[in-house]
């Protein structure tokens, strides 16, 4: 299945321009959020605001802005159930094909000295998590990418095939459920130290 629209959304900015160029040089339309549509708009790429996408602001200082049925929508539903097909014309939702996010710095938050408890929840990620899982979940028809390492290989199954193979989006669904595993674990033991203090 070939890969036309994407949705970029990192905290980790590394190579994501550069992966961008050649997602659009691939005639992918990218859908983005607040400090990463900003950085592609800087460097010339078409970007399309996600509250264009979900007719919605961002809110709540960001903490609300993808969680919508037409991202969500976008990257769950199976491309070939006829029911998921009916739901998507039927809400005007365009299918999500590639998904690439990494997530809030809660490690590196954390890690700083005279870090307040306020400070480290507001970098716990939501939107983030939810994204990779429901894209990871889909790896059928999704292609998720957390790791910035991936995006030459991915760019390249792109602009070579227009999308990706059956076992590179397994690949990559386990690495994304192992990055946010990670990520929880982070979270969880961060919690359990305030408790135990």
């Avoid at 390492?149 to 989006?169: F, H, K, N, Q």
């Amino acid at each position: 299945m070939k890969i036309k629209r994407a949705l970029i959304s990192v905290s980790d900015k590394t190579g994501v321009v550069e992966f961008a160029k050649k997602l659009n040089a691939a005639g992918i339309e990218i859908v983005s959020t607040g400090g990463t549509m900003r950085a592609l708009k800087e460097a010339g790429i078409p970007v399309l605001y996600v509250s264009d996408v979900t007719g919605f602001p961002e809110i709540m200082d960001g903490r609300v802005k993808t969680l919508n049925p037409y991202i969500h929508g976008g990257i769950l539903a199976v491309r070939d159930n006829p029911t998921h097909q009916q739901a998507m014309k039927e809400h005007k939702i365009i299918p999500i094909d590639l998904v690439a996010v990494n997530l809030y710095p809660f490690k590196e938050t954390i890690a700083k000295p005279g870090v307040t408890l306020a400070e480290a929840i507001e970098n716990i990620d939501i939107g983030g998590p939810a994204m990779i899982r429901a894209a990871a979940k889909n790896f059928k028809f999704v292609t998720v990418v957390t790791n910035p390492a991936r995006y030459d290989e991915v760019a390249a199954a792109i602009l070579s095939d227009g999308a990706t193979s059956g076992m590179l989006r397994m690949q990559l669904a386990q690495e994304a459920f192992a990055h946010t595993a990670d990520y929880d674990a982070h979270i969880q033991a961060y919690l359990k130290e305030q408790i135990e203090k």
